[in-house]
């Protein structure tokens, strides 16, 4: 009874989670299974939460030959190893990267790095293979589902074993079906309004990211 | 030189100042019996424009702080200039006899911006007094009074003025013919607070003298913008003085900082912290210094954070979040600043407990208003023998803090410090 009272006096977040956090994952890509669901907006959490909430040093990795980002956060410009990246809160970002040059950064940063990978290709997996965390975001709807199935199987031996599945619904069924199905976890993937300003009832999710 | 022909108008009183080519009299105006101040100055003398300029620039100023100018007048051989006569000491005679109080300080203090804000508001354009000085401010029921505007020129002008002013209570670019404008009223301003703070009650008050070290900063860029500010600044000091007994204790502020690093600043911030949740007080941690509490947030796993707040045990320390995660509305109660060798900082708190070290090799220099009754000295890693030879030298009880088996919890002594500094502080 003592226990249940105590629980419901400090629905917080507890810190022991954070104490795991440090220094296990530094490398964390993001990949959605279908297009437009919302990978470069989840990464931007992740990177803002990581600087902002646990004051780390953050790197975030776009790949791809073109960024919409670039005339949100591109007004200070950095220079990081060899390449352009742009400081925005706290992050510095290295917006339509290479894959080259993102190995090449992944390699030599020190501090968490978020890649947001776009798509899977054979160049792109390259990048996979050397994340310690990878979350994957799909959704398990019937009209999407092939779309999910596809990027696991493009994905197998890859060895990445650290995966975190992020169903665009909520729905407990679908992400039970995917759990049974891949023998992965899988959670909701959670909303947050504006990633450049992250409530703090968001951080439980986020740190699942990272874990 | 005394002019001729005002004998009509003018019974000469007194001659207060007189050269070959120029005159300051105290005279008497037949016409109503009244003292008035005359000016004259010789028309082929260089500066004879000047008190014609003098008249123009006090034209637009609308302040009862500053002497009346009844007429000007340009003859064939002289050039007259005739004001109020300002009665009353100067600042310099009225301290001589008097010490000031906190209040009057500030009071002052607060006329002085006042009449130096009519100047800088001036309705054509800023003009620049460029002359403060204790011989120029006449005290009058209570408030001040400015006289003497020979040197002021308007800001436009005052790139091409040459550059005059009194060493010491002079801005140090107005001396050197360097750019001027209102800051260097400023400086002056901050001069004679300074002055009178030396000769008042408030010596030792470290919140004036802050706001003294900002006016006076040599760096015209890193010195108090306006006057505005300044006044803004010494209302609040009145404000806060005024509503100190009022002031609920949930609002307090007690700054712990250091004299150098590493003598313990943090362990006796988070131990304060500590012992007054223990002993009912609502009491947070905050460091504007360091990431002590993202230290804290990741070391510690049996914590809680919620609302922005870091819960363990009897600690609760205010998270500093970056920009990308929504603020929260500061809890109230008593805050507990790890400002953790910034004195600045601390001389923004009620409070101040300064931790030195009374080891030789480290920095033992205390600031000049360490005898404010409100800041407490506490002798960390420090024999007892050197806290009473710091307390005989500075002339001021050093509490000695005890030698700590574990930093994990409060023990007995500590807490008896604590309980014997806070006792003094009744609002607490």
Aim: net charge positive; proline share 3%; aromatic share 8%.
């Amino acid at each position: 009874m003592k226990r249940i009272f105590k629980l419901k006096h400090w629905d917080g977040i507890s810190t022991k989670e954070i104490k795991n956090l440090k220094n296990k994952t530094k490398t964390i890509g993001i990949i959605g299974a279908s297009r437009k669901l919302g990978v470069t907006h989840v990464s931007i959490c992740l990177a803002n939460f990581l600087h902002s909430a646990l004051k780390e040093k953050v790197l975030y990795i776009e790949l791809g030959n073109e960024s919409s980002l670039f005339g949100f956060v591109g007004q200070t410009r950095v220079q990081i190893e060899d390449s352009v990246g742009f400081m925005y809160k706290g992050v510095i970002y290295v917006l339509a990267c290479e894959i080259k040059e993102a190995v090449k950064l992944i390699d030599s940063y020190k501090g968490y790095i978020v890649i947001d990978v776009t798509n899977i290709s054979e160049e792109t997996k390259v990048i996979l293979n050397r994340c310690e965390k990878l979350n994957v975001i799909g959704s398990m709807k019937p009209w999407c589902k092939a779309d999910v199935y596809n990027l696991f199987n493009l994905m197998k031996g890859g060895g990445i074993k650290n995966t975190l599945f992020l169903n665009k619904s909520q729905e407990k069924n679908e992400i039970t079906e995917f759990i049974r199905a891949f023998k992965i976890p899988g959670v909701a993937l959670p909303i947050i309004d504006n990633p450049f300003s992250i409530k703090e009832k968001d951080f439980a999710s986020l740190i699942k990211m990272i874990m | 030189m005394i002019p001729h022909g005002i004998e009509d108008e003018y019974d000469i009183v007194q001659i207060l100042q007189e050269t070959a080519a120029t005159a300051v009299l105290l005279v008497n105006y037949k016409k109503i019996g009244a003292l008035r101040i005359l000016k004259a100055i010789h028309r082929a003398h260089p500066n004879a424009p000047n008190i014609l300029s003098e008249a123009h620039l006090l034209q637009g100023i609308k302040s009862s702080q500053i002497p009346t100018i009844y007429s000007v007048e340009d003859t064939a051989e002289m050039n007259y200039l005739v004001e109020e006569f300002v009665e009353g000491p100067t600042l310099r005679e009225y301290l001589l006899e008097t010490k000031l109080s906190k209040e009057e300080l500030i009071q002052l203090s607060i006329s002085l911006c006042d009449v130096m804000e009519a100047l800088h508001m001036a309705k054509d354009e800023p003009v620049i007094y460029r002359d403060l000085k204790p011989e120029h401010i006449i005290l009058q029921e209570g408030r001040i009074r400015l006289i003497d505007f020979g040197i002021s020129v308007k800001k436009s002008k005052a790139a091409k003025a040459v550059p005059l002013g009194t060493k010491k209570w002079a801005a140090p670019e107005q001396l050197i013919g360097g750019i001027i404008d209102e800051r260097c009223d400023i400086y002056s301003v901050g001069k004679i607070i300074e002055y009178m703070q030396i000769n008042s009650y408030g010596k030792d008050d470290y919140k004036i003298r802050k706001i003294v070290n900002r006016a006076t900063m040599p760096d015209i860029e890193k010195r108090t913008s306006s006057i505005k500010e300044l006044k803004h600044q010494l209302y609040e000091l009145n404000n806060s003085n005024d509503n100190e007994n009022g002031k609920g204790n949930l609002e307090k502020k007690i700054a712990v900082v250091g004299t150098d690093h590493a003598v313990g600043t943090t362990l006796i911030a988070i131990n304060m912290c500590r012992y007054l949740n223990k002993i009912g007080k609502k009491a947070y941690y905050r460091d504007v210094e360091g990431d002590c509490i993202h230290k804290l947030m990741s070391n510690l796993e049996d914590a809680v954070i919620k609302e922005g707040i870091l819960y363990h045990k009897k600690f609760k320390g205010i998270i500093n979040y970056g920009d990308a995660v929504e603020p929260h509305i500061p809890p109230k109660g008593l805050k507990i600043i790890d400002c953790g060798t910034n004195i600045d900082k601390a001389t923004d708190c009620d409070v101040i407990i300064m931790v030195i070290n009374l080891s030789p090799w480290k920095n033992q220099n205390l600031p000049t208003w360490i005898n404010d009754k409100s800041i407490y000295i506490l002798g960390n890693l420090s024999s007892k023998l050197d806290c009473i030879k710091l307390a005989k030298r500075i002339k001021k009880q050093v509490y000695k803090y005890p030698q700590l088996q574990s930093v994990k919890r409060l023990n007995k002594e500590e807490e008896r410090i604590f309980s014997t500094i806070l006792q003094n502080e009744k609002d607490i």
